[in-house]
Each structure stands twice: as structure tokens, then as C-alpha cells.
């Protein structure tokens, strides 16, 4: 029997991409974007953190203080300020330190979120380059990750030997936050991803040989709307089908907040007219990909309520 379990997660992406770890964005425009001036004097990191936080409060960004501590937490080579030394905040900054922290958090001030800016996130046990305007993973993802995870955990392959030569394939990989988690959690599992976005497709490919992971995924550049017949050529049979597709309804598109619409790719999210338009053409073709032998699923995410909904794919 052929089950498809659609994953319904509350996205607020209307809340923003708040600048919280693994997390997501603001609200509020800013129009201009003029950066203080950089001191003559040296100043510490501590110092530095809070003039660009004041300085982002007086702009309408926000998060204005994660904002900061993120950046220089950064540029101080930690991943929060709470893992910096104490030492090293009190310290004073090199004149070359001062110009690369006024150059990022001046990046900020155009609304640019914090995952662009200092080119990395992090996702579950992973660390991601990232880049625009490929999508940013967002932490309910990493839920995603988890159920695929539990279900691979619940029907083993005949034998009892959980993973073996199992596959799955990722339509929309983005950064490759999901293949690649799902191939770092299972070393038996092999993956095909693709998406129609040259930019993602490069970037999916990067994060892979940074993660030595390359050898176990195929990347493909493949519009899943424009080139069904291709994606069925590209991808043999498979146990698993998982996709954070675009979910958004196009008159909602205008309404997001900057930092999602003047830097993330737009057709990551657009999901058409009614919401469903990639999510209808993933479930025609999910049949014809999924593998005759063992349990199957189509696992996908999208918004609106925490329901599963488990679907007969004959």
C-alpha cells in the first residue's frame, strides 16, 4: 500500500525571519540605508555591538540586537555571542576587524537577513553556506527532517536492515538542507534533488562537498512544473519522495516582508493562484517515482494546520 503523508506546518513567514539561531525574519521597510560613520578611535567588540544596535533601532530593523551579536559573533569566529570569550569582547578591534564589521552590519541595514550576510546557517547538525536568493531553510523544516527520519525508522527494507540501498528524491532542494541532513542521519541512503533554480542547484552541489556527502547526491537542474517527462528520466524508482514546495498564494506575494522580498527567490515560495500549483504536479508524479516494493511516501510541507493526512497513491 502507497501512503502519502502531507505535513502541514504553521510557516510564519508573514511573522518575519526573526534573528534568532536557526531562525527567520523582520517586518517593517526601511527605506534609506545611511551607516554610521566608522570611528576613528579603536573601539571593542562589546562597543561595536552596541552602536550598530542602536543604530538598527533607529532604522526600523529588527531583531536590532541579534543582528548585531550575530554578526560580530561571527566575525569573531563563534556561532552565538554567548560561545565568544569574554576576553575577546573586551578586546579592541583591529582598524581590518572594525571595517569588516561596519561592512556586514551595513549589509543588515539594507534588510538583508543575517543568513545572507555572514554566508552560513546552521541546520540541525549542520552548517550551510548560504547565499541569495537561494530560500533559507527554516527551522520547521527541521521537523520535516525528523519525520522522514522516524518513518525510515518504522518500515526497515525486507530483512529487517533499515536503510539498505534505499533512495530518495528531493524536488526543490534550495540549499540542500534536507538531502543533505537526511544523508549525514542515514550513510546507507543514496538521493536524487532537483530544482528549477540554477543558483540552488550550485549551491545544493557546494554544501555537499563541503559535507563530503557529493558521492551519495545527484543534483539536477529541473523545473519539476516544465519538465515532468525529465524528472521522471533523471529519477529511478524510489522509496521516499519529500518536498518543502512553494505553498504561497500569488496575491500574497507583495505582502511579505523585505527581507524575504527583495532577497528570496520568489518562485521558492509562489505557489500560484490557490496555493497549490507545485504541490499538484509533485502528487501526479509521485506514482510514477515511488518504487513498487515496500512501504512508499510523498512527504511534503506545507502551511497551515499540524493535520496529517495519509492518502491512498494507487
Known sequence: ???????????????????????????????????????????TALQAMDIWKRHFMERGVT??????QHIIAHLLGAKTIESVERGKLTELLSPEKTEQVWKLCT???????????????????????MRPPVFIPRPETEELVDLVLADL??????????????????????????????????????????????DAVNLTRENALRLGLQDRL??????????????????????????????LFSEDMKSLEPEILRFEDHAALDGGDDGLGVIKQILALAPQILSNHGPRFCILQKDESNEHLDMDLH
Request: proline share 7%; net charge positive; aromatic share 6%.
Open 107 to 129: 549589509r543588515r541595514l539594507s534588510r538583508m537577513p543575517v543568513q545572507y550576510v555572514i554566508e552560513e546557517w546552521d541546520f540541525r547538525d549542520l552548517t550551510l553556506k
Open 1 to 43: 500500500m502507497s501512503v502519502f503523508k502531507s505535513v502541514m506546518w504553521k510557516r510564519a513567514l508573514n511573522a518575519g525571519l526573526m534573528c534568532q539561531p536557526k531562525g527567520t525574519w523582520g517586518v517593517h521597510a526601511v527605506r534609506r540605508c545611511s551607516a554610521p560613520a566608522v570611528p576613528v578611535n579603536r573601539i
Open 63 to 68: 531583531e536590532p540586537e541579534h543582528s548585531s
Open 218 to 247: 545527484q543534483v539536477y537542474h529541473v523545473d519539476v512544473m516544465k519538465d515532468a517527462e525529465t524528472v521522471l528520466d533523471l529519477c529511478g524508482p524510489v522509496s521516499t519522495l519529500v518536498s518543502n514546495p512553494p505553498y
Open 153 to 198: 525508522e518504522r518500515f526497515p527494507k525486507p530483512g529487517g536492515v533499515v536503510d539498505a540501498q534505499r533512495s530518495f528524491m528531493e524536488v526543490g532542494c534550495g540549499s540542500g538542507a534536507i538531502s543533505l541532513s537526511l544523508l549525514k542521519s542515514r550513510p546507507q541512503l543514496r538521493a536524487v534533488a532537483v530544482d528549477r533554480s540554477l
